[in-house]
């Protein structure tokens, strides 16, 4: 546990800190690519943690959100012939269309009915893509989702180039985190951490607690959406799984693993996760049982998660 | 559309309801371990695919398929029991997240054993031979095995009825779930009940995998793309109900069916649609307690 | 308290266990000029066994390499690597093989999706990768580029093969059940493409969901069709269980099961019951050692390389697609990708199972299927199949490159 003052004063300038450690991240990283990983699943986590950790709202369904932006980024490019940028302006949009309709049907239930039904319509999502093959690719995935030259005016980057590459995507997420941090201290922000502290309360205090709910779904989509059309950039393809069920546990792995409603524990959860996983599975064809047994170990003894254990101490 | 006569209709419900056997005998389990102990077990796929190896592991030894089906299951639910006692246990009154999340690194631990010692292959697990063969049933001939999962189905329902409604025991596990805080006052032992109920709940989906392991063999993931489908089946019956169980397990069995004879490309995206539908118009399921867990 | 106790112990045990991870046991000593080949295939997953045999196979492939001294003494060196049976983290590990590992050459793959996925990577840094696994688009636009070699078979010519020879056969009423995914989709049109010449009837054409687990569904309302022959287009575990519960059915009486692809290791795992009796077809069965001596050389060379077990057909195609790029690098004197790409391009080899060609125009292996029947298995455990008809390798039984797209 950190000390309390130290951690306040880190608090205020997160952003600045965060794009600091954006910058030298790459470098301690054992590849380029897993660093870029890292930093889109850490997103992906982010956005998802603003409703399970911001508002206790579990989603099994986030797949959709996050392979939902990877496809609409790559079919603006591929079928409609839209510049790079353009795909991920529509991979924003997409991400938080999907969230307002999956959200209008989930936001009526709660606790574990919560969980069913966005991950039932989720797979209503992969099926549709897994069906619309002449749009989708279906089991295929979608190939050639492929950016090599960003132009920039002055000078020319090349995306393949692995250094390259992983700034581009880490420019992306300061953004986001940026904008989510400008959330958090709006009064949008205040009302979100009224619902969660004490329902009641909240909507005594003329808190409109379903709106807050659902605009936190929505806005979850937007990150979850870009997110995942960095990833289609990166790997320039979008494979089906992208959408699947296990897309969606993932994530609440990730942010369980990382420290669910603390600010950066999304990326440490992807972080970790995928290090391990990387580099246990160079070591064995078994890495799932050490995976398995991470997780269930932070759940039994650091239900706060690495971050959370390392801001706040232990304890539940 | 050609070919569909009525008996074939007649022999396709017949077939939704075996397959809907094995989902009841899932959902029974896992609607236990949530109305008794609020735990969403996710690691339900596991033990319904350690049920199947338990049984290969016992035909090797030489018990014969009887038995297993008697053994296999208490094997597992012991399993079912240390886990319950050694780590789930210390997650009870701490929400619904933290036991689902620790079944999910559980399932994958299990998984994860079971390939390294039965490998990621997958094993063949014959048909009993006295069950072998076709059973003509008036309206045509149908698998005999799968007359017998139906009917070991609705033994196990009727014993865990009469378990639950006619046996002191059954009283208090009833009792326990409605108000742990009465019953413990009452100088009744909650913490052995729960640890009991974890191993019935386990133990019913080890005897689902091993029911199905004759079907479709044996293989590591088996459990796993089964674990979505029941849960489907918990959540349309009404999470914590066991009548609910029954009834949805059945009709999605039903419905599986008959989407794939008419429109066999639908058939996995029939339940899920189903599940939505459901949930939309009546959000705590068929038969769930409405407001519990929510 | 008792928990922070096992809390601590577990602490610590953890900080151990991930000082050992970072051990440079990983970092491994290469010297610049190996020639490095990276391998992704799926080690775990429901192919784990498979893939397990790939590797094995092309390591025969270096071994061999090595042991006639290389390219003017440069060795050659397999990086295998784990894609997990999904396309993203194939992708990722092919990235990390090319910009990390240096990797001269990416072979490997057994999906379609994963080895579309690892082409698209490959081909976007200009790095040549020889796929082993069955898919039509791989070899046709716009999927295919300059640095894409194809060593596997693909679906139209693996059902073109089968359908020729079981429906002239078997006879010509036919039901097909196929897997609902690109590999079930190919493998169909390949069926119909032979079959429409042959002039079947296709009583019903049905789809079943990838992975299905229970297909008593469907199989009352084939067994009402009655049909001569029932094509099973499905794969691995699919196979395997679709094939127990059509033979629980009773369906064998008074149809024939044909499946496109019959596999070694799956043959293995199911048990003789479930496949006597169905005939498909096969890029490589060890029996065929009898007449190809080719063949004969490989299966020694595994055997004494893996205690007296055969090569699977997957694993083989593992061997031949490693030893083409190899070969490809020794006519090339080097690893610059445009020599290699000129030297494979048209070469004609026999590395075990007889005449095969790389066609120019797509870079696609010509090479021989094989039908094959399952048996009970005799005295000998590893002898499940009778080789019953050889297509020879015929660049005719192909899709056309003009039809793939190629000028």
């Given amino acids: 546990m950190l000390n309390p003052d130290f951690v306040a004063r880190c608090k205020q300038h997160r952003v600045i800190l965060a794009v600091a450690f954006l910058l030298i991240f790459p470098l301690l990283m054992p590849f380029k690519a897993i660093a870029v990983n890292i930093l889109i699943y850490g997103l992906y986590a982010l956005g998802f943690n603003m409703l399970f950790g911001t508002l206790g709202l579990l989603s ?44 209008a049907f989930a936001i009526r239930t709660r606790g574990i009915y919560f969980a069913m039904v966005t991950m039932a319509l989720a797979q209503c999502v992969y099926f549709i893509s897994d069906q619309w093959v002449s749009l989708t690719g279906g089991e295929n995935g979608l190939r050639d989702v492929t950016l090599t030259k960003i132009d920039l005016g002055i000078t020319t980057l090349n995306f393949v180039d692995p250094l390259t590459r992983y700034y581009v995507v880490a420019f992306f997420v300061a953004i986001a985190l940026f904008v989510l941090s400008r959330i958090l201290a709006s009064p949008f922000g205040a009302a979100m951490e009224a619902v969660r502290e004490n329902e009641a309360r909240a909507r005594a205090c003329g808190y409109d607690v379903r709106a807050t709910r659902y605009l936190a779904f929505i806005l979850s989509g937007g990150f979850c959406g870009l997110a995942g059309a960095l990833q289609a950039l990166h790997l320039s393809i979008v494979p089906l799984e992208t959408l699947a069920i296990a897309n969606s546990g993932l994530v609440v792995m990730m942010s369980l693993l990382g420290g669910m409603g603390t600010f950066f524990g999304p990326f440490v959860g992807a972080g970790v996760f995928l290090l391990l996983e990387n580099l246990v599975s160079l070591w064995t064809v078994h890495w799932q049982i050490f995976v398995g047994a991470a997780f269930v170990a932070c759940v039994l003894f650091f239900p706060r998660g690495i971050w959370g254990t390392i801001l706040l101490g232990r304890g539940r | ?107 994958y631990i299990m998984v994860e054993t079971v390939r ?17 063969g076709a059973s003509d049933i008036m309206i ?66 080890a005897l689902a995998g091993l029911l199905a392991a004759p079907l479709q063999g044996a293989s590591p993931e088996m459990g796993a793309s089964i674990l979505a489908e029941s849960f489907v089946v918990t959540v349309v019956g009404g999470m914590g109900s066991l009548v609910g169980a029954v009834v949805a397990g059945l009709l999605v069995g039903v419905v599986v069916a008959m989407t794939s004879l008419f429109a066999p490309e639908m058939a996995q995206v029939a339940i899920f649609a189903l599940m939505a539908i459901v949930l939309l118009i009546r959000p705590q399921g068929f038969f769930g307690r409405a407001g519990l867990m929510s | 308290m008792e928990t922070s106790k096992k809390a601590a112990v577990t602490r610590r045990t953890l900080l151990a266990a991930s000082s050992l991870l970072a051990m440079p046991s990983i970092v491994r000593a290469q010297s610049a000029d190996t020639i490095k080949i990276g391998f992704p295939v799926p080690l775990t997953g429901p192919y784990g066994t498979e893939a397990k045999d790939q590797v094995a196979c092309a390591q025969i492939a270096i071994a061999e390499f090595n042991e006639a001294g290389g390219l003017n003494g440069r060795k050659a060196e397999l990086l295998v690597r784990d894609d997990k049976l999904d396309p993203g983290e194939a992708a990722t590990r092919t990235i990390e093989l090319i910009e990390k590992d240096g990797a001269n050459f990416i072979c490997g793959s057994l999906s379609a999706a994963v080895q579309l996925a690892v082409n698209n990577v490959a ?92 297909f008593s569904t469907l ?36 149809t024939k099961i044909v ?92 590395f075990y199972k007889g005449a095969q060609e790389i066609r120019a125009c797509d870079h696609q292996a010509v090479q021989p299927v094989f039908i094959i029947e399952s048996k009970a298995a005799g005295a000998n455990p590893n002898d499940v199949f009778n080789v019953i008809s050889t297509d020879a390798a015929n660049a005719d039984n192909l899709v056309s490159c003009k039809d793939e797209g190629h000028v």
Avoid at chain 2, 118 to 127: I, S
Avoid at chain 3, 225 to 252: E, H, M
Avoid at chain 3, 321 to 339: C, F, N, Q, S, Y
């Fill in chain 1, 60 to 103: 099994f369904g986030h797949a959709a959100l996050f392979g939902g932006g990877a496809y609409a980024c790559g079919l603006a490019m591929i079928r409609l012939g839209l510049p790079w940028w353009m795909g991920i302006v529509c991979a924003v949009v997409i991400g938080m269309a999907l969230a307002a309709i999956i959200g």
């Fill in chain 2, 1 to 107: 559309m050609d070919g569909i006569t009525p008996d074939l209709l007649a022999l396709q419900l017949f077939t939704g309801l075996a397959l809907g056997a094995i989902y009841v005998l899932l959902a029974l389990g896992m609607s236990l371990l949530f109305g008794m102990l609020t735990v969403v077990n996710f690691a339900h796929g596991a033990f319904y695919m350690l049920g199947a190896y338990a049984g290969i592991l016992l035909l090797g030894f030489g018990v014969n398929f009887w038995f297993c089906l008697l053994f296999a299951p208490l094997l597992i639910g012991g399993i079912g029991m240390l886990s319950e006692r050694f780590l789930i246990r210390h997650l009870y009154g701490r929400g619904i997240d933290y036991p689902l999340l620790l079944t999910f690194g559980l399932s």
């Fill in chain 2, 116 to 132: 390294i010692f039965f490998g990621t292959q997958g094993l063949p697990f014959d048909t009993p031979d006295a069950l072998q």
């Fill in chain 2, 140 to 205: 045509g001939y149908f698998p005999t095995y799968r007359l017998f999962v139906i009917g070991v189905a609705i033994l196990v329902i009727a014993a865990l009825w009469l378990f639950l409604e006619r046996t002191p025991y059954g009283l208090i596990i009833r009792a326990g779930a409605r108000d742990p805080q009465i019953v413990r006052i009452l100088g009744i032992d909650v913490a052995r009940v729960w640890l009991v109920v974890f191993g019935i709940g386990t133990g019913l989906a």
């Fill in chain 3, 123 to 214: 081909k976007q840094r200009g790095v040549i990768y020889n796929s082993i696994s069955q898919s039509d688009q791989i070899a046709a636009l716009p999927d295919w580029s300059k640095t894409t070699f194809h060593e596997g078979m693909t679906p139209h010519l693996t059902a073109g093969a089968v359908g020729r020879y079981a429906f002239s056969k078997y006879g010509k009423k036919v039901v097909f059940l196929q897997a609902d995914y690109a590999y079930g989709h190919e493998m169909v049109a390949g069926f119909k493409a032979v079959g429409e010449k042959m002039g079947i009837e296709v009583l019903a054409d049905l789809r079943h969901p990838l992975g299905a687990t229970d």
């Fill in chain 3, 219 to 254: 199989l009352p309302r084939i067994q009402s069709l009655k049909p001569d022959i029932l094509v099973l287009v499905n794969f691995g575990r699919d196979q395997q269980i679709s094939l127990k519960q059509a033979t629980d059915f009773g369906l064998k009486k008074t």
């Fill in chain 3, 259 to 350: 499946a496109p692809v019959l596999l070694y290791t799956a043959r293995q795992a199911a048990g003789e019951k479930a496949f006597e009796g169905v005939v498909g077809g096969t890029s490589y069965y060890w029996g065929i050692e009898s007449t190809v001596p080719t063949a004969k050389a490989f299966n020694d060379r595994y055997r004494k390389a893996n205690e007296g077990r055969v090569p699977s057909d997957y694993g083989a195609l593992g061997y031949a697609g490693v030893r083409a790029l190899l070969e490809g690098a020794r006519r090339a004197g080097g690893t610059d990708t445009a020599k290699v790409i000129a030297a494979l391009e048209g070469l004609k080899y026999d």
